[in-house]
């Protein structure tokens, strides 16, 4: 079996590798006409009464960037518990399998008060109305992360667009929540003041995570609309040191598209900056847990863990989980590692406890353990 390249990089490189952060030229005037975009619309969250071939089990969808119609299912608890906080969920790279699969995951965070929200990527099956299969390999043989790099506009790109997909996600469920919208009635808790906003991605997910946490948070005076944010395995990040290092993956479907547009090379290399989780990070301040590898080709481990490093997070309010191998079978004692951490991240979104009461019992097992810990 042949392990994961580790770049040459030791344990203390890897997780303390860091990023490039400086933006690209036309960074804040591209984000700004970006949010200015995304908030000239208002979507709700709706019971889908079209199905979408893609994935017939999406059980709702809202508008978002271009009319797209983002597929998403929604779980609320079982136990009929009021909510008290709403958690955004995002999938990686790779087929994320049908949306009444991932119901059974979600539903121990739903029966702790939470109203979880699975969503899917335009292009990505259950989302792909109207737009098609995004997710298959083009002409050059680059697939999803490569739709539209390469269009006269930086807006024809499918990456800025998802990222408006996960935040308009998160728009709708703090409005349902705030009993702003009509159309998806959620028994709310009554006695919270300010029902929390959560975010999850894993892989692809966790990279457009960060960048859409980056762009909500202050955006509204006195408001915070993420509270808290788990990453696992992030991509999207250290994109200079990845087309350095890396050959395989949405490193690799880039990369055919340079090598394509090689005249075009500068422009299209600061046009993937703006979508760089390294440079966004910065402006994320919120409670963060995030599962890093020793070792992944997939998702880089010098590239993730500089996404992670990149969060302006207090140091008490950041939580930093090791597995040995990232997208690698890797063994049972590393299925276990990654079993465990679905467990913390339960505890880590319990809206009964703060982050740091629900982290404080894990944190002998961040880096070493497979035993959930003695309660």
């Not at 089990?57 to 608890?77: Q, W």
């Not at 790279?93 to 699975?118: N, S």
């Not at 935040?167 to 705030?178: K, T």
Request: glycine share 8%; charged share 20%.
């Amino acid at each position: 079996m042949i392990e994961p390249d580790d770049y040459g990089f030791s344990d203390v490189q890897t997780f303390a590798h860091i990023g490039d952060p400086t933006p690209s030229p036309d960074h804040g005037v591209f984000w700004k006409r970006w949010f200015a975009r995304l908030v000239e619309q208002s979507p709700v969250l709706e019971t889908r009464s079209v199905a979408d071939d893609s994935d017939p089990s999406a059980t709702h969808e809202f508008i978002s960037n271009n009319d797209v119609r983002i597929g998403c299912t929604l779980v609320l608890p079982a136990n009929n518990q009021p909510v008290r906080a709403s958690l955004v969920t995002v999938h990686g790279y790779a087929d994320p399998g049908p949306l009444k699969d991932a119901c059974k995951r979600w539903q121990p965070v739903a029966d702790t008060g939470v109203a979880v929200l699975i969503v899917r990527l335009r292009g990505y099956p259950g989302s792909q109305i109207g737009i098609g299969d995004q997710t298959t390999l083009d002409q050059l043989g680059a697939g999803w992360v490569a739709r539209g790099f390469a269009g006269k506009k930086p807006e024809d790109w499918i990456v800025p667009n998802a990222i408006a997909d996960v935040c308009n996600a998160c728009r709708v469920m703090r409005n349902a929540l705030l009993k702003r919208d009509a159309q998806t009635p959620i028994h709310v808790d009554e006695h919270i003041d300010h029902p929390g906003i959560y975010l999850h991605g894993k892989s692809l997910g966790g990279g457009i995570a960060t960048i859409a946490a980056a762009q909500l948070i202050g955006k509204l005076t006195g408001e915070s609309i993420i509270d808290r944010l788990a990453i696992a395995l992030p991509s999207l990040g250290a994109w200079n040191w990845r087309l350095a290092h890396q050959h395989s993956g949405t490193t690799e479907h880039i990369g055919k598209v340079l090598t394509h547009h090689q005249d075009r090379c500068e422009e299209l290399i600061n046009r993937l900056r703006l979508c760089d989780a390294v440079v966004h990070g910065k402006k994320v301040r919120v409670p963060t847990l995030g599962m890093l590898a020793h070792k992944d080709d997939v998702s880089p481990a010098p590239s993730a863990s500089a996404v992670f490093n990149s969060i302006d997070a207090d140091p008490g309010r950041k939580w930093r989980y090791t597995v040995p191998y990232g997208h690698f079978e890797g063994g049972i004692a590393n299925a276990r590692r990654h079993a465990l951490f679905e467990r913390t991240m339960h505890d880590f979104f319990n809206p009964a406890q703060s982050p740091i009461e629900s982290m404080t019992p894990w944190e002998p097992m961040l880096h070493d353990g497979t035993k959930e810990p003695t309660p």
